[in-house]
């Protein structure tokens, strides 16, 4: 009798007794116990049978509980692969991250090289950085020769108008010259533009973009009749009469004298190409409680819309051998002066205005601000 199923046999063996036929099913962990019996109720006895089946009579099962293990092992290692990439990735990122941000402000940083997924990644961000530094250099030498062309062109801008002033200067100087009729102040025209030209060319020798204005209270029509006097044989060759309108008398406002003249002999020099032949230029000074104003009137046919938009804008020109600086460096040389530049259409005509502060609007300003 087996001492382990000795109690299920006898349970068994009631059961038959009872029954006529009883059969219990023991499951083990390794093998599995069949245990009937069947009652003889003519001569009154019990026979009972076992059986045990091992593990090793059902490979099935054996080999599902070793799946099973290889299963969990797998999953685990699987686990703690993802946990691990999960990790590795994460640092990842945050390095790539850290070096976009070095990036921003420092474009010959880079990446540190990697050999997990997130290194073709840097490389290819460390590729575009070198190729976007390349093109900043690029973009600066283009700037950079932008900014030298544009002073160069600036400079052979404002050259030509005092040259010829002196070119027409000596023209009138010799023609009196055959009269006997020369006169001291009959040079002071070409004394006056080749200090300009000197001033001019000290500037690009000093590499100055612009000086700052020598701001002074001063008379405005002085230097209004300056301008018109060295135009005056330009407008002559054309047949243009300058009419000018001193204003109230004594009228003076706070600006640089020098920058003034460049702006009004911009201004009276398109005029005079603008009034074309037989035309008609006014010059009026006017002032109000802060402003002294200076207009320039020609009976020109006026500017289109397209070049009223684009009037200011630097290079932009409709003159065959204009630079298109002319009139924006007009209104820079304005708005350094404390004033402003502006164009009125009056069609047929156009007026261009010049706006100064006048000398007690300015102590004003300065005793306010200070």
Known sequence: MPTAELDDILATISQGRVAGVAQRILRGQHDIVVIEAKADRQNGFVSWTMKRLTGRSEPGTHRREILLSALVLTALIS?????????????????IKTGLSGLEFNFSHRLPARNDE????????NRMAEVRQKLEADLRREDRLRTVGRLVAGIAHEIRNPLNSIRLSIQYIERRLGNNGVRAEDLRPVIDEVDRLNSLLTNLLTFQKTRQPDLRDQPVAPVIQKCVNLVQPQADGRNIEIRTEPGP???????????LTQMLINLLLNAIEAAGQNGTIDVRLEQDEAMARIQVHDSGPGLTEEQKEHLFEAFYTTKADGTGLGLAVSRELATGMGGTLRYRNDRPRATFEIELPRIAYANSCYDTDR
Do not use: K, M, W, Y
């Open 249 to 259: 008398p004594n009228l003076e406002a706070r600006f640089d004298p020098e920058h």
């Open 118 to 125: 997130l290194g073709e990644i840097s490389h290819s961000i």
């Open 79 to 95: 686990i703690a692969g993802t946990l691990a990439t999960g990790v590795l990735l994460q640092r990842g990122i945050s390095q």
